[in-house]
């Protein structure tokens, strides 16, 4: 397993720099960095102050000079390439243009709205869809499984966002009932609440954003499970059980559940993790919650490039590392796998 180990290891560098190095050519052709920014607002201004500078048409060519050189774009772009790579090596992100914060920073400020709205999407989805998906497999064929199938698949065909207006119209005082809060995590006088009135606060805003989260995430981990446990219920071995006569429950709990759930395990490390860092722009945007999808967004749009590719090289070594520890977690769970093997 050890030279499995390595290997993987070499290859997450190229993979690396390859993600960055791309983005980051792109990034030298598309027009309206921040510099050009600032000079669209100051020809536009009618004598007020842009970033120090006097708004309106007198943005001379010493002036452009210094912004260029505020922003590091007086270095030639293989120079910049180098230096933003020395400083990924340090696990030094950078500073943003335009909140002049460093991108750890902004990182940290934002996690813990994504981290809510994962850590709970995971969680719920999860509670749900693997209980479901075996009732489902059990009773294949049965009008419930017709039913649970076709229920499960509306919700995923139904956006999140459209869903979010739905329940925004309905019941945060759109234009019916407003019995859920619109607007952050936590209400304005959370402070000074108890604590399990502080619970109850969170969890009051959260209800909304996680209705449309969860119900658009679960059909694949259904169906995943329900498929899964169908295969395995055909084989020769659940035969063999039933013939012994083994109860169906022990049947279904003590051999197929462990070798069924093997899928299911070695995806929970991506799906945890993935659920924290992916980023329900939409549904942040909806419900006013300041998370790492708005950050993402707003940092392509407005061109703060260290923010894009510092969270860029962040998001991606931490997939490529939890992409490893799946694959793993899959020789752990199913002794058969042996990763050292490979290649010979």
Not at 48 to 67: F, I, M, S, V
Not at 145 to 160: C, E
Not at 301 to 310: E, F, K, M, N, S
Request: charged share 15%; glycine share 10%; aromatic share 12%.
């Amino acid at each position: 397993m050890l030279p499995y180990l390595l290997k993987r290891l070499g290859l997450m560098i190229p993979t690396l720099l390859g993600v960055l190095t791309i983005t980051f050519i792109v990034m030298q052709f598309v027009p309206g960095g921040p510099v050009e920014q600032i000079m669209a607002e100051a020809r536009a201004g009618t004598g007020g102050d842009t970033g120090g500078y006097k708004a309106g048409r007198d943005l001379n060519q010493q002036q452009l000079e210094d912004l260029k050189k505020l922003y590091g774009f007086d270095k030639p772009a293989h120079v910049r390439y180098v230096e933003m790579l020395a400083g990924f090596a340090r696990f030094d992100l950078g500073k943003s243009f335009l909140q002049n914060k460093d991108v750890w920073q902004l990182i940290k400020e934002k996690l813990p709205v994504s981290m809510s709205l994962g850590l709970w999407t995971f969680v719920i989805s999860y509670l749900i869809s693997i209980p479901l998906g075996v009732a489902k497999a059990v009773h294949e064929g049965s009008r419930f499984d017709t039913l649970t199938t076709f229920v499960v698949l509306l919700g995923y065909a139904i956006p999140g966002f459209v869903l979010g207006i739905l329940l925004i119209v309905l019941f945060a005082g759109g234009s019916f009932w407003e019995v859920f809060p619109l607007r952050g995590l936590t209400s304005d006088n959370w402070e000074q609440l108890s604590t399990w009135g502080k619970v109850t606060d969170y969890l009051w805003h959260l209800t909304l954003p996680l209705i449309c989260l969860v119900i658009t995430s679960f059909a694949t981990v259904t169906l995943l499970t329900k498929n899964t446990f169908v295969e395995e219920i055909r084989k020769q071995y659940v035969l063999v059980a039933r013939a012994k006569g083994l109860s169906q429950n022990r049947v279904l709990y003590k051999h197929i559940f462990r070798n069924a759930l093997i899928p299911l395990v070695t995806g929970f490390p991506a799906a945890f993790v993935g659920a924290f860092f992916t980023g329900a722009l939409l549904i942040e945007t909806l419900f006013s919650l300041d998370g790492l999808g708005l950050l993402s967004y707003e940092s392509v749009v407005r061109r703060d490039y260290p923010v894009v590719l510092g969270s860029l090289y962040l998001f991606t070594l931490i997939a490529l590392v939890v992409k490893l520890v799946s694959d793993l977690l899959y020789m752990v769970v199913d002794p058969r796998v042996q990763f050292g093997s490979v290649g010979k």
